[in-house]
């Protein structure tokens, strides 16, 4: 039982390229979320799914997309990396109670 | 969404009780309170969740007062280890829209010191 797991823990990008941070969990939870944590400040929330095939916006979704085809994975995708989303991004997932987070990934855009 | 409200930095020393205190002036009758914690370059990590008067876990012990219109942390001989910083969150509890609610502030630096 790994929980949740969060692809790559580090990242540089270019401003204009594309990625996609990858978040899986197996514990057959419905509820999965993004966050962004930026120095010094608390979690923001950017999206999140009450289950597959369901997304919604949170706080802060500008710049982000999401999709929930499966119950394990929730990709987020950055369509053109800008030097605002540096940032430590969380992926947590939950069933209905308490969250359980992954272990974040350190995005540096250039 | 019910905001809260909290201490930015508590100092301590190792072996003491810590108190943190947590205001939520407009909690609504369906929400829950609960609290995380949160190391350096980690993700948070569940500590205690409460609805009212207290709850007591291993690690922690969450005071709720009748009006709820506030909450209290309790951590006991707290550690170099307990380092880290505390949110304290508000909202209900069943996804069916509730966790797009989980909200986190900036939550409390706690330092401990020996």
């Known amino acids: 039982n790994a929980g949740v797991t969060q692809t790559p823990k580090f990242q540089v990008l270019k401003t204009g390229q594309s990625m996609t941070l990858q978040c899986a969990q197996d514990?057959?939870?419905?509820?999965m979320s993004w966050y962004r944590q930026d120095p010094g400040m608390g979690l923001r929330l950017i999206h999140y799914?009450?289950?597959?095939?369901?997304?919604d916006q949170g706080e802060v979704p500008n710049g982000y997309n999401v999709s929930r085809s499966t119950t394990e994975d929730f990709p987020l995708r950055l369509l053109s990396a800008a030097p605002s989303q540096t940032s430590v991004y969380f992926c947590?997932?939950?069933?209905?109670?308490?969250?359980?987070f992954g272990q974040g990934t350190r995005l540096t855009v250039v | 969404l019910a905001k809260t409200t909290q201490p930015i930095s508590m100092d301590s020393y190792e072996g003491q009780e810590v108190n943190i205190t947590c205001s939520h002036n407009?909690?609504?009758?369906?929400?829950?309170i609960t609290w995380y914690q949160q190391f350096p370059s980690q993700g948070p990590r569940f500590i205690i969740q409460?609805?009212?008067t207290k709850v007591t876990n291993e690690v922690a012990s969450l005071f709720i007062p009748a009006d709820r219109k506030s909450s209290t942390l309790s951590l006991p001989r707290v550690s170099l280890s307990d380092t880290a910083v505390y949110y304290c969150?508000?909202?209900?509890?069943?996804?069916?829209?509730?966790?797009?609610?989980?909200?986190f502030g900036k939550g409390t630096k706690l330092s401990v010191k020996p």
């Open positions: 409460g609805y009212k």
């Open positions: 514990m057959n939870h419905e509820y």
């Open positions: 969150l508000v909202g209900v509890l069943n996804y069916g829209g509730s966790q797009g609610n989980l909200i």
């Open positions: 947590a997932s939950s069933p209905g109670s308490e969250a359980f």
């Open positions: 799914s009450v289950g597959a095939g369901i997304t």
């Open positions: 407009n909690i609504a009758t369906n929400d829950y």
